[in-house]
C-alpha cells in the first residue's frame, strides 16, 4: 500500500507541475511548404498523425507538397477503447487484430479527408505497446517478440507492407529504411523523444538509427518531433479552437529548441473534423482528441549532445537533464554524460543524500557507422547506492573495469567504451526513481562521441 500510494503522488506531482506551461510568442514558426517537396508523417498509432500533425498535413497539401504517412503500429492494444466501442467484453486474440483492422479504416478515412493519398499510407503492423521491448531485446538469432495482446510473434495484417514479418528489431529497421527509399522525403515528423509512451519513443529512436545508416541520402533531411503524451498536458481537455498549445513546463530548457505552426480557423475546424473519423477512439474518451485542435501545433527536438575528450586530471561533465531544465532547482534531479581515457561515465546527482531506496537505470544504445546495429549491445545498467548489473539484450553480462563511485548526493559509473563497440553514436535515457515525490524522467538524447561523424 506505500509503494502505491507513493508512486500516486509521484504522479499527482508531475501533473500538477505539467499544468503550468510556456508562452508561444516568441517561438520560431515552421518553414513553408514547397510545391513537390516531399513530406513523411510518422505516426506510432492510428490517430497520432492527426493529433499532431492534421495542421502540417492541410498545410502542406495546400501548398502542392506530396504527403505520405506512416502508421508504426495498428493501435490494436487499447482494449478499454474496444470494450467501449465494440459493447462487448473480450480477450480473445482475433478481436484485438480486428480492432487494429478497424483503427486502420479510420486512419485512411481521417486522412483522405485531409487530401492524402490512399496510396500514400502505409502501414507496418508492429506490435501495440510492445516496439519498445524489441528495440531493447529482440536482434539477432533470437525468437520474436509475442504481443501480450493479439498473442502474434510477427505482423497479423495481410494489407500491411510487410505482412508476416516476425517481430524482431531487424524488421522494423528494415521497413522504416524502406519506407524512407520510397518516399525520399524533405521533412519527417514522427512522435518525441520525451513522450510518456514507450511506442513514440521507440519509433523516434529507430528514425535516428535508419537516417544513420542512410546518412548518404538523408543527411540534409529536416527531423520535427510532436509530443502527444505528457502528464497534464495539455490543459483544459475538450475543443477550444481559440485556446494556444504551448510547451509543456519542464520543456523549454536551453537545450530543447520548440517552432510552431499558426493554423486558421478553417484549419483548425477541419482538424477538429478529422479527429472524428476516429471514431473506435472516442466514446471511452469523448474529450481528449478535440483538445489537440487549437490555435497551433507544435514541434520540437533537443539538441545532440557531443562529449569532447576530458583533460588529464577532470571529467567535462555535459548536462542531458541539467539546471536549466529544472522546475524546482532546489529538488532537481540533474543527469550528465562524460568521456574520459577510453571510458564512458554517467552520473546523477541528487539535491540530498543517497539513501537504499534510490534506483537508477540507464539505456545506451551505441550505433557505429562502420557496424551491423543489429550486432551492437543494446546496453541497460541497474544502478543502487552500493550495486551495479549489466544488461545486453535479456542478458545480464559481467564488466571489467567498471568505476562505480557513490558520494553523498552523486552515482558516477565508468564503463568502457569496448563495452559498447566504440560507437560513434549513442541514445541514452537516464531514470530514476527515489523517495521523492520529484522524481526525474529524462527524454531520450542523442550522444556524438567521434567528431568526425
Same mark, same amino acid.
Given at each position: 500500500?506505500?509503494?502505491?500510494?507513493?508512486?500516486?503522488?509521484?504522479?499527482?506531482? @508531475?501533473?500538477?507541475?505539467?499544468? #503550468?506551461?510556456? =508562452?508561444?510568442?516568441?517561438?520560431?514558426?515552421?518553414?513553408?511548404?514547397?510545391?513537390?517537396?516531399?513530406? +513523411?508523417?510518422?505516426?506510432?498509432?492510428?490517430?497520432?498523425?492527426?493529433?499532431?500533425?492534421?495542421?502540417?498535413?492541410?498545410?502542406?497539401?495546400?501548398?502542392?507538397?506530396?504527403?505520405?504517412?506512416? @502508421?508504426?503500429?495498428?493501435?490494436? %492494444?487499447?482494449?478499454? #477503447?474496444?470494450?467501449?466501442?465494440?459493447?462487448?467484453?473480450?480477450?480473445?486474440?482475433?478481436?484485438?487484430?480486428?480492432?487494429?483492422?478497424? *483503427?486502420?479504416?479510420?486512419?485512411?478515412? #481521417?486522412?483522405?479527408?485531409?487530401?492524402?493519398?490512399?496510396?500514400?499510407?502505409?502501414?507496418?503492423?508492429?506490435?501495440?505497446?510492445?516496439?519498445?521491448?524489441?528495440? +531493447?531485446?529482440?536482434?539477432?538469432?533470437?525468437? %520474436?517478440?509475442?504481443?501480450?495482446?493479439?498473442?502474434?510473434?510477427?505482423?497479423?495484417?495481410?494489407?500491411?507492407?510487410?505482412?508476416?514479418? +516476425?517481430?524482431?528489431?531487424?524488421?522494423? $529497421?528494415?521497413?522504416?529504411?524502406?519506407? $524512407?527509399? *520510397?518516399?525520399?522525403?524533405?521533412?519527417?515528423?514522427?512522435?518525441?523523444?520525451?513522450?510518456?509512451?514507450?511506442?513514440?519513443?521507440?519509433?523516434?529512436?529507430?528514425?535516428?538509427?535508419?537516417?544513420?545508416?542512410?546518412?548518404?541520402?538523408?543527411?540534409?533531411?529536416?527531423?520535427? =518531433?510532436? +509530443?502527444?503524451? @505528457? %502528464?497534464?498536458?495539455?490543459?483544459?481537455?475538450?475543443?477550444?479552437?481559440?485556446?494556444?498549445?504551448?510547451?509543456?513546463?519542464?520543456?523549454?530548457? #536551453?537545450?530543447?529548441?520548440?517552432?510552431?505552426l499558426d493554423l486558421t480557423q478553417d484549419e483548425i475546424k477541419n482538424k477538429n473534423k478529422s479527429l472524428d473519423f476516429y471514431k473506435s477512439q472516442i466514446p471511452y474518451n469523448p474529450v481528449y482528441l478535440p483538445t489537440f485542435a487549437r490555435k497551433n501545433e507544435l514541434f520540437s527536438d533537443y539538441s545532440v549532445i557531443t562529449l569532447d575528450e576530458s583533460e588529464a586530471n577532470s571529467i567535462g561533465w555535459q548536462y542531458a537533464h541539467g539546471p536549466e531544465d529544472a522546475q524546482d532547482k532546489d529538488d532537481a534531479v540533474f543527469l550528465s554524460y562524460a568521456k574520459k581515457e577510453n571510458k564512458f561515465y554517467i552520473k546523477f546527482t541528487l539535491p540530498r543524500k543517497i539513501t537504499k531506496a534510490v534506483t537508477s537505470q540507464v539505456y545506451l544504445l551505441p550505433y557505429s557507422a562502420i557496424k551491423d546495429f543489429s550486432g551492437m549491445p543494446k546496453i541497460r545498467l541497474v544502478i543502487t547506492r552500493n550495486k551495479l548489473l549489466i544488461y545486453d539484450k535479456r542478458s545480464r553480462i559481467f564488466v571489467r573495469n567498471v568505476d562505480m563511485k557513490v558520494g553523498d548526493d552523486s552515482i558516477i559509473i565508468g564503463l568502457p567504451l569496448v563495452v559498447l563497440n566504440s560507437p560513434d553514436f549513442i541514445l541514452c535515457r537516464g531514470r530514476i526513481y527515489t523517495e521523492m515525490p520529484k522524481s526525474d524522467i529524462s527524454a531520450w538524447r542523442v550522444l556524438k562521441l567521434n567528431e568526425e561523424k
Amino acid at each position: 500500500m506505500k509503494k502505491a500510494a507513493f508512486f500516486f503522488i509521484i504522479f499527482f506531482a @508531475c501533473t500538477i507541475l505539467s499544468f #503550468a506551461q510556456e =508562452p508561444v510568442e516568441q517561438l520560431q514558426s515552421m518553414p513553408d511548404f514547397k510545391k513537390n517537396e516531399h513530406v +513523411l508523417i510518422l505516426a506510432p498509432h492510428p490517430d497520432d498523425e492527426a493529433i499532431g500533425t492534421a495542421g502540417i498535413i492541410q498545410k502542406a497539401v495546400k501548398a502542392g507538397a506530396i504527403v505520405y504517412v506512416a @502508421c508504426y503500429t495498428n493501435g490494436d %492494444a487499447n482494449q478499454l #477503447a474496444f470494450i467501449v466501442y465494440e459493447k462487448r467484453f473480450t480477450f480473445r486474440k482475433g478481436e484485438f487484430v480486428h480492432m487494429g483492422e478497424v *483503427r486502420r479504416k479510420e486512419t485512411i478515412a #481521417a486522412l483522405k479527408f485531409l487530401g492524402v493519398d490512399e496510396n500514400n499510407i502505409f502501414f507496418l503492423g508492429y506490435p501495440d505497446f510492445g516496439t519498445m521491448e524489441i528495440l +531493447l531485446k529482440f536482434w539477432g538469432p533470437t525468437r %520474436a517478440y509475442k504481443s501480450l495482446f493479439t498473442r502474434s510473434s510477427y505482423v497479423p495484417y495481410k494489407e500491411n507492407l510487410s505482412p508476416k514479418a +516476425l517481430y524482431i528489431g531487424e524488421n522494423i $529497421l528494415e521497413d522504416i529504411e524502406s519506407v $524512407l527509399g *520510397r518516399v525520399k522525403p524533405v521533412k519527417i515528423f514522427v512522435s518525441h523523444p520525451a513522450d510518456t509512451n514507450g511506442d513514440h519513443q521507440s519509433l523516434y529512436l529507430f528514425l535516428r538509427i535508419a537516417l544513420w545508416d542512410m546518412n548518404d541520402k538523408f543527411k540534409n533531411a529536416q527531423v520535427y =518531433p510532436y +509530443l502527444i503524451h @505528457c %502528464a497534464g498536458w495539455p490543459k483544459p481537455r475538450g475543443f477550444h479552437p481559440n485556446l494556444t498549445l504551448s510547451p509543456p513546463h519542464g520543456f523549454t530548457g #536551453a537545450q530543447v529548441t520548440w517552432k510552431k505552426l499558426d493554423l486558421t480557423q478553417d484549419e483548425i475546424k477541419n482538424k477538429n473534423k478529422s479527429l472524428d473519423f476516429y471514431k473506435s477512439q472516442i466514446p471511452y474518451n469523448p474529450v481528449y482528441l478535440p483538445t489537440f485542435a487549437r490555435k497551433n501545433e507544435l514541434f520540437s527536438d533537443y539538441s545532440v549532445i557531443t562529449l569532447d575528450e576530458s583533460e588529464a586530471n577532470s571529467i567535462g561533465w555535459q548536462y542531458a537533464h541539467g539546471p536549466e531544465d529544472a522546475q524546482d532547482k532546489d529538488d532537481a534531479v540533474f543527469l550528465s554524460y562524460a568521456k574520459k581515457e577510453n571510458k564512458f561515465y554517467i552520473k546523477f546527482t541528487l539535491p540530498r543524500k543517497i539513501t537504499k531506496a534510490v534506483t537508477s537505470q540507464v539505456y545506451l544504445l551505441p550505433y557505429s557507422a562502420i557496424k551491423d546495429f543489429s550486432g551492437m549491445p543494446k546496453i541497460r545498467l541497474v544502478i543502487t547506492r552500493n550495486k551495479l548489473l549489466i544488461y545486453d539484450k535479456r542478458s545480464r553480462i559481467f564488466v571489467r573495469n567498471v568505476d562505480m563511485k557513490v558520494g553523498d548526493d552523486s552515482i558516477i559509473i565508468g564503463l568502457p567504451l569496448v563495452v559498447l563497440n566504440s560507437p560513434d553514436f549513442i541514445l541514452c535515457r537516464g531514470r530514476i526513481y527515489t523517495e521523492m515525490p520529484k522524481s526525474d524522467i529524462s527524454a531520450w538524447r542523442v550522444l556524438k562521441l567521434n567528431e568526425e561523424k
